[in-house]
């Protein structure tokens, strides 16, 4: 029987699941990580640095939920704050001048949304790394592997492929925040989330997204080894693309299209 969309944000939730630095140890060699965004902190939501997949050095970004309880209050839960985000652009613009691929792995229900995180301009800090994405000038692979989170999520996102494992989850909002929005009752979030087009599937379906990962084996050194594979694979492709810029901006031009033609 086919998961419901409210089960699917369950599983996407799931502290069990890996989490970012589960993917960067297991698919990756030797990880150096950056911290501080040169501005204001670091941001522990928000791990990023240089690594090795295979032989090709890359630059990694991951949202960092954490597993157990400690874990995650040091990582705010998986989400940012502005000096992430600044973070993670610095280490893009980094990537781009020594020709280094960038690979994000996303997983947040959101960005911060704090007094602090607002003074500190976190809808600019958010602003500026969509714009930034767009132009950078070498190849940017963005994997959901749980919650992908309104423009938190789309913070990492602007890329030439966007991924989904099979129980991720993107969205505008939480199904919770919609239910509150539209019926002022965050009771009615398994109504709202099969409204919101948040699985996978939908995603695909939309244009949103390439490709949907299989979970079998989440967790095991036959996983990651799956997905190291398709990560090379890809990069192989995009590395030769002459016109990387322009076809990313073609790809962002095209989501939704296909869906609406055939209503």
């Known amino acids: 029987m086919k998961d419901t969309a409210y089960e699917r944000v369950k599983l996407a939730r799931n502290n069990k699941r890996p989490s970012g630095l589960d993917y960067i140890k297991n698919i990756f060699t030797g990880f150096y990580e950056f911290h501080g965004d040169r501005r204001y902190a670091d941001d522990p939501a928000i791990v990023g640095g240089i690594a090795r997949l295979g032989e090709m050095p890359v ?83 963005s994997i959901l592997v749980g919650e992908g989170g309104s423009g938190g999520a789309l913070a990492l996102a602007v890329a030439d492929r966007v991924w989904m494992l099979q129980n991720a989850v993107y969205s505008v909002i939480s199904p919770e925040g919609c239910a509150s929005i539209l019926w002022k009752d965050a009771g009615q979030a398994r109504t709202a989330a099969e409204s919101l087009k948040l699985t996978a599937e939908d995603a695909k379906s939309l244009g949103v997204i390439e490709k949907i990962l299989s979970e079998k084996d ?46």
Request: net charge positive.
């Open 218 to 263: 989440i967790g095991k050194k036959r996983f990651y080894n799956r997905i190291q594979d398709l990560l090379k694979e890809e990069l192989e492709v995009l590395i030769k693309d002459i016109d990387l810029t322009q076809n990313r901006y073609e790809r962002f031009r095209k989501i939704g299209v296909s869906a609406v033609n055939k209503e």
């Open 59 to 141: 630059t990694v970004i991951a949202i960092e939920k954490g597993h157990t309880a400690r874990e995650r209050a040091f990582r705010n839960f998986g989400a940012p704050q502005p000096e992430g985000y600044r973070k993670a652009l610095r280490l893009m613009k980094q990537a781009e001048k020594f020709g280094r691929p960038v690979i994000c792995f996303i997983d947040t229900s959101g960005a911060y949304c704090g007094v602090g995180a607002e003074e500190r301009g976190q809808g600019q800090a958010i602003a500026e790394n969509l714009m930034e994405m767009s132009t950078l000038c070498v190849p940017i692979i």
